[in-house]
């Protein structure tokens, strides 16, 4: 009998996965990388949105439609990346309704007193800023709640407007339509004739701010990209994001605290100032309609919500805000084509923000068991 050792027993090797079924793994695994992003659930919802209103009316997906669009969702987009700045840091300003009102009208009164229209810019931001001043200062050197100093604020701003514009409405500067003869040309009868035509148009201060039909939403992109950009690019952005987490620990590494939040104010306050300045600049005229403003700033703070920002700091996207503002602009256009009253539209706002948090809460609770946070 022989006691020789046999030859060594072979595993044979596993079959590599087909390429379907590789495919259907990286696409799951891309499709949970996607919406494990801050701004991959709003996205989604957005996209969502869009195509259920484009199928529930044949006028939601036009140029026309979307002209109409841009007026709610471009402003909003702006006053949301300035939210979503002091909200990662820990703090919210309530007062943006009021500045985005008053500084219209002190556009107007510099105006008056004779200054050009870029300098009357300048100096109604910086009356924005101003009180961006006052409400950093307040709330980071005097110590009083955000929310509370803003609440002061969004009040203390709109009875001044009032009391500056007599509570009547005027006329926005630089927003005057004028008309003039140009010749256009007309084929009638295999004819080629030249005719004169009366058109109107508006001049280059208000086609470049607010007056154009695209502007604010150029705008809108150039100001989010840009602080999206500075949230993740920048020592600013780090330090806002570092003061939201923890400010105790941000302050004892050497961050400026109180200079991080009160730069976030001004910036904030700034936005507001100059949306105010492009939507007066549309219309032609501004109204001191201080209720509006209010309704103004809940829009925008639920945009910044919508799109991932969280109320308690730390975290947030300005991306994800230019689609809350959209999400939103779609959601209330949508509803009006469909005829759909307007009493609705504040349920289905606060049921989708509820929602949009449930979300958030989720997303951000997957994230940090994958290792992503």
């Not at 007026?71 to 949301?80: E, G, H, M, N, S």
Request: charged share 10%; proline share 4%.
């Amino acid at each position: 009998m022989s006691t020789g050792a046999g030859p060594a027993a072979t595993v044979p090797a596993a079959p590599p996965p087909s390429p379907a079924v590789s495919r259907r793994g990286s696409a799951g695994d891309l499709a949970r990388r996607f919406l494990t992003l801050r701004e991959g659930s709003i996205i989604v919802v957005t996209v969502l949105a869009i195509v259920y209103f484009s199928l529930k009316t044949d006028r939601f997906f036009t140029t026309d439609n979307f002209k109409t669009l841009l007026p709610y969702f471009a402003p909003f987009a702006i006053l949301a990346a300035g939210e979503v700045l002091l909200m990662i840091s820990g703090e919210i300003d309530l007062s943006i309704g009021s500045v985005f009102l008053f500084a219209p009208f002190m556009f107007y009164e510099f105006n008056q007193a004779g200054l050009s229209l870029v300098p009357c810019l300048i100096m109604a931001l910086l009356c924005a800023a101003v009180v961006g001043v006052i409400n950093g200062v307040l709330t980071e050197v005097i110590g009083v709640s955000s929310f509370i100093t803003t609440l002061g604020t969004l009040l203390g701003v709109g009875g001044l407007t009032l009391i500056i514009s007599h509570a009547a409405p005027v006329s926005m500067p630089g927003a005057e339509v004028t008309s003039k003869t140009v010749n256009v040309t007309h084929v009638i009868n295999g004819q080629t004739v030249v005719l004169p035509e009366k058109v109107n148009e508006i001049g280059t201060f208000a086609r470049i701010f607010g007056g154009g039909i695209y502007s604010e939403l150029i705008w809108a992109l150039v100001i989010v990209i840009g602080v999206q950009v500075l949230l993740r690019m920048t020592r600013w952005g780090m330090h806002t994001i570092a003061v939201g987490g923890n400010k105790l620990g941000a302050r004892e590494a050497g961050i400026k605290v109180r200079t991080v939040v009160i730069r976030n104010f001004i910036l904030c306050s700034v936005f507001a100032g100059l949306v105010g300045i492009f939507e007066a600049t549309r219309a032609s005229s501004v109204t001191p309609d201080t209720a509006g403003a209010s309704e103004t700033m809940f829009r925008a703070v639920s945009a910044a919500v919508i799109g991932g920002t969280l109320l308690t700091g730390g975290e947030g996207t300005a991306i994800g805000a230019l689609f809350g503002a959209l999400f939103l602009g779609v959601l209330r256009d949508g509803l009006t084509l469909q005829g759909i009253s307007a009493d609705y539209l504040d349920f289905i706002l606060g049921v989708a923000i509820l929602v949009a948090m449930v979300i958030n809460v989720y997303v951000g609770r997957v994230r940090k068991g994958s290792g992503r946070g």
